[in-house]
């Protein structure tokens, strides 16, 4: 089936760096993307989004990437700082009108001072 | 302060047990879902709702139940009939469309005894 994931379970930088996490879509039909940060033992907060008739968007320290031709998504932190450490993942939602988004797995972002 | 609640933050149930995790929202949104996280899994559906007094099924919804009689509150009982209910549950809503954000609560860590 249609899957969302991510191709690196585990990013570790050094506190400053710029960080880039990445993501995987399979589902042609997705038209809307967010990435999400979580803390251990917390709920996901919502971090930055970005529809299909878009190939990037910036918010404060981050930018969103979208690739539609190889289906790929990426989230740049720039001037890591250890606050961001943190689980990351995306999700897509399609044009089929459920508004049911797919998460992926996740990568762990470690950002050592 | 507006936003998602959930309670208790950490639940313990016997074997046999029905347990209820209790969402509850004041954002006015119409739409509410439950998710399962499992370690190093994405987000899992169980139920979803788009408006009071309907409720559907999502991905895993074998072992549990909701109800959503308010526009605020969407609890969920985890049944006996779910034979592995120990995980860390997430509430989230969003307003209604698609291009709405969807907000997480904290959660609610359930571990069966």
């Known amino acids: 089936g249609e899957s969302v994931g991510l191709h690196l379970p585990t990013l570790s930088v050094q506190e400053g760096d710029n960080s880039i996490i990445n993501c995987a879509y399979s589902n042609s039909a997705s038209d809307y993307f967010i990435w999400y940060k979580q803390e251990s033992g917390k709920g996901p907060q919502f971090i930055i989004d970005?529809?299909?008739?878009?190939d990037k968007r910036q918010g404060q320290r981050v930018t969103v990437l979208l690739n539609k031709t190889v289906k790929h998504l990426s989230l740049q932190i720039a001037a890591t700082q250890p606050g961001d450490s943190a689980v990351y993942f995306c999700a897509e939602e399609g044009s089929g009108g459920s508004y049911i988004p797919t998460f992926g797995r996740g990568t762990s972002l470690i950002v050592h001072p | 302060d507006g936003g998602i609640t959930q309670s208790p933050k950490y639940l313990f149930r016997k074997e046999g047990q029905n347990v209820t995790l209790s969402c509850e929202q004041n954002?006015?949104?119409?739409?509410m879902y439950w998710y399962r996280q499992d370690p190093g899994q994405g987000l899992r559906l169980i139920y979803y709702?788009?408006?009071?007094?309907?409720?559907q099924k999502g991905d895993i919804a074998e072992g549990y139940s909701v109800s959503r009689e308010k526009k605020e509150s969407f609890p969920l009982t985890v049944t006996s009939a779910q034979k592995n209910p120990t995980a860390f549950y997430l509430c989230a809503s969003r307003r209604g469309g698609r291009t709405d954000t969807q907000y997480f609560g904290p959660g609610t860590r359930l571990t069966v005894l």
């Open positions: 954002l006015n949104h119409d739409a």
């Open positions: 709702s788009q408006i009071v007094n309907d409720f």
């Open positions: 970005i529809r299909s008739n878009m």
